[in-house]
Protein backbone atom coordinates (compact mmCIF):
# COMPACT_ATOMS: atom_id res chain seq x y z
CA UNK A 1 0.00 0.00 0.00
CA UNK A 2 1.49 3.69 -1.05
CA UNK A 3 1.79 6.03 1.98
CA UNK A 4 -0.94 7.97 0.59
CA UNK A 5 -3.42 5.53 1.26
CA UNK A 6 -2.03 4.66 4.92
CA UNK A 7 -5.04 5.42 6.75
CA UNK A 8 -4.65 8.27 9.76
CA UNK A 9 -7.27 10.49 11.71
CA UNK A 10 -8.14 14.02 11.17
CA UNK A 11 -10.51 14.32 14.14
CA UNK A 12 -13.28 11.49 13.63
CA UNK A 13 -12.44 11.52 9.93
CA UNK A 14 -10.38 8.89 8.56
CA UNK A 15 -8.10 10.32 5.99
CA UNK A 16 -5.03 9.41 4.36
CA UNK A 17 -1.91 9.60 5.98
CA UNK A 18 -0.07 12.20 3.33
CA UNK A 19 -3.33 14.64 3.50
CA UNK A 20 -3.11 14.94 6.81
CA UNK A 21 -0.36 17.55 7.34
CA UNK A 22 -1.90 19.53 4.56
CA UNK A 23 -5.63 19.77 6.18
CA UNK A 24 -3.83 20.96 9.77
CA UNK A 25 -1.85 23.40 7.93
CA UNK A 26 -5.28 24.70 6.70
CA UNK A 27 -6.63 24.42 10.35
CA UNK A 28 -4.05 26.89 11.50
CA UNK A 29 -3.57 29.03 8.69
CA UNK A 30 -7.18 30.03 9.06
CA UNK A 31 -7.14 30.49 12.84
CA UNK A 32 -3.66 32.03 13.27
CA UNK A 33 -3.97 35.74 14.15
CA UNK A 34 -6.62 34.60 17.02
CA UNK A 35 -5.17 31.80 17.84
CA UNK A 36 -3.45 32.96 21.73
CA UNK A 37 -6.72 35.01 22.07
CA UNK A 38 -8.95 32.09 21.90
CA UNK A 39 -6.52 29.74 24.24
CA UNK A 40 -7.49 32.29 26.84
CA UNK A 41 -11.34 32.36 26.12
CA UNK A 42 -11.19 28.95 25.49
CA UNK A 43 -9.36 27.63 28.62
CA UNK A 44 -10.45 30.59 30.99
CA UNK A 45 -7.10 31.66 30.96
CA UNK A 46 -5.80 28.63 32.62
CA UNK A 47 -3.64 28.16 29.64
CA UNK A 48 -1.67 30.36 31.19
CA UNK A 49 -0.90 28.09 34.20
CA UNK A 50 -0.73 24.70 32.58
CA UNK A 51 2.14 27.02 30.32
CA UNK A 52 3.87 28.31 33.58
CA UNK A 53 4.06 24.64 34.87
CA UNK A 54 5.97 23.94 31.78
CA UNK A 55 8.53 26.56 32.25
CA UNK A 56 8.85 26.00 35.50
CA UNK A 57 10.16 22.27 34.42
CA UNK A 58 12.34 23.67 31.95
CA UNK A 59 14.53 25.38 34.27
CA UNK A 60 16.18 27.49 32.53
CA UNK A 61 19.46 29.40 34.48
CA UNK A 62 18.90 32.33 35.65
CA UNK A 63 22.40 33.75 35.14
CA UNK A 64 24.91 33.91 32.23
CA UNK A 65 25.62 30.03 31.41
CA UNK A 66 24.60 29.21 28.10
CA UNK A 67 20.95 27.43 27.95
CA UNK A 68 19.54 26.47 24.12
CA UNK A 69 15.81 25.38 24.06
CA UNK A 70 13.91 24.38 20.97
CA UNK A 71 10.15 24.65 21.37
CA UNK A 72 8.44 22.33 18.29
CA UNK A 73 4.96 23.25 16.95
CA UNK A 74 5.30 26.77 19.06
CA UNK A 75 4.94 29.28 15.73
CA UNK A 76 3.52 31.90 17.87
CA UNK A 77 6.16 32.17 20.04
CA UNK A 78 4.33 31.76 23.45
CA UNK A 79 6.39 29.27 24.80
CA UNK A 80 9.50 30.44 24.11
CA UNK A 81 8.72 33.74 25.07
CA UNK A 82 7.88 32.93 28.48
CA UNK A 83 11.05 30.37 28.32
CA UNK A 84 13.61 33.77 28.12
CA UNK A 85 11.40 35.80 30.16
CA UNK A 86 12.38 33.08 32.89
CA UNK A 87 15.86 32.80 32.36
CA UNK A 88 18.73 35.11 32.36
CA UNK A 89 21.31 36.37 29.46
CA UNK A 90 22.42 32.96 28.66
CA UNK A 91 18.96 31.36 27.41
CA UNK A 92 17.44 31.38 23.72
CA UNK A 93 14.80 29.72 22.35
CA UNK A 94 14.42 28.82 18.72
CA UNK A 95 10.76 28.38 17.75
CA UNK A 96 10.45 26.03 14.48
CA UNK A 97 6.62 25.24 13.07
CA UNK A 98 5.73 23.82 10.26
CA UNK A 99 3.32 26.69 9.25
CA UNK A 100 4.31 29.78 8.01
CA UNK A 101 1.75 32.12 9.20
CA UNK A 102 1.65 30.58 12.70
CA UNK A 103 5.20 31.84 12.46
CA UNK A 104 4.72 35.31 11.59
CA UNK A 105 3.07 35.54 14.50
CA UNK A 106 5.48 34.88 16.50
CA UNK A 107 8.06 36.96 14.79
CA UNK A 108 6.03 40.12 15.17
CA UNK A 109 4.95 39.52 18.89
CA UNK A 110 9.19 39.36 19.46
CA UNK A 111 9.74 42.53 17.54
CA UNK A 112 7.12 44.09 19.56
CA UNK A 113 9.41 42.88 22.36
CA UNK A 114 12.50 44.21 21.38
CA UNK A 115 13.97 40.45 21.96
CA UNK A 116 16.80 38.71 19.76
CA UNK A 117 17.20 35.77 21.86
CA UNK A 118 14.34 34.11 19.98
CA UNK A 119 14.69 32.80 16.62
CA UNK A 120 12.04 31.32 14.54
CA UNK A 121 12.13 28.24 11.24
CA UNK A 122 10.34 26.90 9.37
CA UNK A 123 10.13 22.88 9.68
CA UNK A 124 8.39 19.69 9.63
CA UNK A 125 8.88 17.74 13.90
CA UNK A 126 9.38 14.86 11.74
CA UNK A 127 12.32 15.92 10.07
CA UNK A 128 13.81 18.69 12.28
CA UNK A 129 16.53 20.65 10.32
CA UNK A 130 18.72 20.67 13.34
CA UNK A 131 21.98 18.72 14.25
CA UNK A 132 22.05 15.83 16.64
CA UNK A 133 22.90 16.82 20.26
CA UNK A 134 22.09 20.70 19.55
CA UNK A 135 19.41 21.74 22.97
CA UNK A 136 19.26 21.82 25.95
CA UNK A 137 15.78 21.14 26.34
CA UNK A 138 12.97 20.39 23.95
CA UNK A 139 9.12 21.34 24.67
CA UNK A 140 6.15 21.18 22.58
CA UNK A 141 2.83 22.49 24.10
CA UNK A 142 -0.51 21.32 22.60
CA UNK A 143 1.22 20.50 19.52
CA UNK A 144 2.14 16.67 19.39
CA UNK A 145 -1.38 15.36 18.65
CA UNK A 146 -1.32 17.42 15.11
CA UNK A 147 1.45 15.33 13.67
CA UNK A 148 0.64 12.95 11.39
CA UNK A 149 4.13 10.46 12.54
CA UNK A 150 3.87 11.39 16.61
CA UNK A 151 6.59 8.61 17.02
CA UNK A 152 8.73 10.08 14.28
CA UNK A 153 8.22 13.58 16.03
CA UNK A 154 9.27 12.02 19.22
CA UNK A 155 12.58 10.24 17.85
CA UNK A 156 13.34 13.64 16.44
CA UNK A 157 13.13 15.22 19.72
CA UNK A 158 15.19 12.65 21.11
CA UNK A 159 17.92 12.98 18.63
CA UNK A 160 18.72 16.85 18.94
CA UNK A 161 18.81 16.70 22.26
CA UNK A 162 21.59 17.18 24.16
CA UNK A 163 22.97 13.51 26.31
CA UNK A 164 21.76 15.15 30.02
CA UNK A 165 18.64 17.17 28.24
CA UNK A 166 14.73 16.87 28.58
CA UNK A 167 11.99 16.67 26.50
CA UNK A 168 8.74 18.17 28.17
CA UNK A 169 5.45 18.04 26.49
CA UNK A 170 2.40 19.99 27.34
CA UNK A 171 -1.15 17.97 26.03
CA UNK A 172 -4.58 18.05 26.06
CA UNK A 173 -5.49 14.70 28.47
CA UNK A 174 -8.41 12.36 29.30
CA UNK A 175 -10.48 13.68 31.86
CA UNK A 176 -10.21 11.54 35.19
CA UNK A 177 -13.10 13.06 37.92
CA UNK A 178 -16.53 12.03 37.22
CA UNK A 179 -19.29 14.23 36.88
CA UNK A 180 -16.00 16.21 35.31
CA UNK A 181 -16.02 14.12 31.79
CA UNK A 182 -19.41 14.91 30.77
CA UNK A 183 -19.42 18.70 31.67
CA UNK A 184 -15.86 18.64 29.90
CA UNK A 185 -17.58 16.94 26.89
CA UNK A 186 -20.57 19.49 26.47
CA UNK A 187 -18.48 22.09 26.80
CA UNK A 188 -16.24 21.16 24.13
CA UNK A 189 -18.43 20.20 21.80
CA UNK A 190 -20.94 22.75 22.02
CA UNK A 191 -19.19 25.84 23.32
CA UNK A 192 -15.74 25.46 21.94
CA UNK A 193 -16.88 25.27 18.16
CA UNK A 194 -19.33 28.61 18.47
CA UNK A 195 -16.69 30.39 20.44
CA UNK A 196 -14.44 29.45 17.65
CA UNK A 197 -16.68 30.81 14.90
CA UNK A 198 -17.39 34.24 16.73
CA UNK A 199 -13.51 34.78 17.14
CA UNK A 200 -11.24 33.39 14.34
CA UNK A 201 -14.28 32.60 11.99
CA UNK A 202 -14.20 28.96 11.87
CA UNK A 203 -15.92 26.73 14.11
CA UNK A 204 -15.12 23.66 12.09
CA UNK A 205 -11.10 24.29 12.99
CA UNK A 206 -12.25 24.07 16.76
CA UNK A 207 -14.46 21.23 15.99
CA UNK A 208 -11.27 19.53 14.43
CA UNK A 209 -9.26 20.43 17.75
CA UNK A 210 -12.02 19.47 19.86
CA UNK A 211 -12.13 15.84 18.08
CA UNK A 212 -8.52 15.29 17.52
CA UNK A 213 -8.48 15.54 21.75
CA UNK A 214 -10.44 12.73 22.05
CA UNK A 215 -8.08 10.53 19.59
CA UNK A 216 -4.82 11.36 21.22
CA UNK A 217 -3.55 8.36 23.04
CA UNK A 218 -4.13 8.19 26.96
CA UNK A 219 -1.32 9.30 29.40
CA UNK A 220 0.12 5.86 30.11
CA UNK A 221 0.08 5.33 26.61
CA UNK A 222 1.72 8.17 25.25
CA UNK A 223 4.11 7.85 28.75
CA UNK A 224 5.52 4.38 26.86
CA UNK A 225 5.93 5.96 23.55
CA UNK A 226 7.83 8.50 24.71
CA UNK A 227 10.00 5.83 26.51
CA UNK A 228 9.69 3.97 22.74
CA UNK A 229 11.37 6.51 20.96
CA UNK A 230 14.55 6.45 23.55
CA UNK A 231 13.98 8.94 26.58
CA UNK A 232 14.96 7.67 29.90
CA UNK A 233 12.47 8.25 33.40
CA UNK A 234 9.25 8.86 31.35
CA UNK A 235 6.77 10.69 33.68
CA UNK A 236 3.50 12.26 33.24
CA UNK A 237 1.91 14.64 36.02
CA UNK A 238 -2.14 15.50 35.10
CA UNK A 239 -3.49 18.67 35.93
CA UNK A 240 -7.17 20.40 36.33
CA UNK A 241 -8.73 17.02 36.59
CA UNK A 242 -7.10 15.29 33.85
CA UNK A 243 -7.98 18.20 30.89
CA UNK A 244 -3.80 18.48 30.35
CA UNK A 245 -1.16 16.00 31.08
CA UNK A 246 2.49 17.70 31.44
CA UNK A 247 5.04 14.65 29.87
CA UNK A 248 8.30 14.43 30.93
CA UNK A 249 11.50 12.84 29.40
CA UNK A 250 15.14 12.77 29.50
CA UNK A 251 18.05 12.18 27.13
CA UNK A 252 20.47 10.37 29.03
Not at 65 to 86: E, M, N, Y
Not at 93 to 121: H, S, Y
Not at 208 to 216: A, G, K, P
Request: net charge negative.
Amino acid sequence: MRESENPTHFGFEDVPLADKQGRVDEVFSSVARRYDLMNDLMSGGLHRAWKDALVTAVNPPKGERPFSLLDVAGGTGDIALRVIDAGGPGTRATVVDINGKMLAVGRQRAAEQGLDAVTFTEGNAEALPFPDRSFDAVTIAFGIRNVPRIEQALEEAHRVLKIGGRFLCLEFSSVDVPGLDALYDFYSFNVIPALGGMVTGDAEAYRYLVESIRRFPRPKAFAEMIRAAGFRRATFTPMTGGIVALHSGWRL
